[in-house]
């Protein structure tokens, strides 16, 4: 069965690195997402990608955050200098136009030091 | 303004015993669908099952029901003939006409052998 894919399962990075969280989505699926969820929190939207163009974006995806699609499967999360409360478990999804079902894959866990 | 709300932080249910864990929501938007997601240990989100607001007949899959009432602004998982490796995090999540998913807070589940 075709899944979400996210590369890599863990990062480690020093407060102010810049990092790239890379997501492979569904192939047919045209929408694309990034949440994340704080340690023993609910998951939060972030971003949602259509056309090659942001289409969404919460209050948290700030001037640090930038999403890119740079080839016909890649989808990535740039934090340009990280933080220390960013450290946190990004999830990216992907649902196809006619349903609105977002899949999600198994997640990055961000440790910012 | 979009809201989930899941009440049981915890649950603890019996090995081949059925369990209902409860989500409510708020919405304005008169064309919604509701989710439920699974997430174990490992920290992956995993698709159970999805309810559309103009839905007639509650959504099953397998040995997950989702109990829907529009009136009490209710989506309800059921999940029938616990198995072990049901204990995990269950999220409830809204997706609306806009692009985002709005989850609640979770609750754990503990399947008892």
């Known amino acids: 069965e075709p899944e979400v894919t996210q590369t890599p399962s863990h990062q480690v990075t020093q407060m102010g690195q810049e990092v790239i969280l890379r997501c492979v989505p569904i192939?047919?699926?045209?929408?694309f997402y990034w949440y994340r969820q704080i340690l023993g929190q609910k998951v939060e939207f972030l971003v949602s990608?259509?056309?090659?163009?942001?289409?969404?974006k919460s209050e948290i995806f700030d001037d640090q955050f930038s999403v890119e699609r740079p080839d016909g499967s890649n989808f990535t999360l740039k934090i340009r200098s990280t933080k220390l409360e960013d450290s946190a478990m990004y999830f990216c999804?992907?649902?196809?136009?006619?349903?609105?079902?977002?899949?999600f894959g198994a997640g990055t866990r961000l440790s910012v030091l | 303004a979009q809201k989930i709300t899941q009440t049981q932080p915890g649950m603890f249910v019996q090995e081949k015993e059925a369990v209902t864990l409860d989500c409510t929501y708020d919405?304005?938007?008169?064309?919604?669908?509701l989710f439920w997601y699974k997430q174990p240990s490992s920290g992956e989100m995993i698709f159970l099952i999805y309810?559309?607001?103009?839905?007639?007949q509650n959504a099953t899959e397998g040995r997950y029901s989702l109990n829907f009432q529009k009136a009490r602004k209710s989506a309800n998982l059921v999940i029938s003939a616990s198995q072990l490796g049901d204990s995990a995090m269950y999220f409830c999540?809204?997706?609306?006409?806009?692009?985002?998913?709005?989850f609640g807070t979770g609750t754990s589940l503990t399947v008892i052998p």
């Open positions: 999804a992907s649902r196809q136009v006619a349903k609105n079902i977002q899949y």
């Open positions: 192939s047919n699926h045209l929408y």
């Open positions: 990608f259509y056309n090659n163009e942001i289409s969404e």
């Open positions: 919405t304005s938007d008169p064309s919604y669908g």
């Open positions: 309810q559309g607001s103009y839905d007639q």
């Open positions: 999540a809204m997706g609306n006409t806009g692009n985002q998913f709005y």
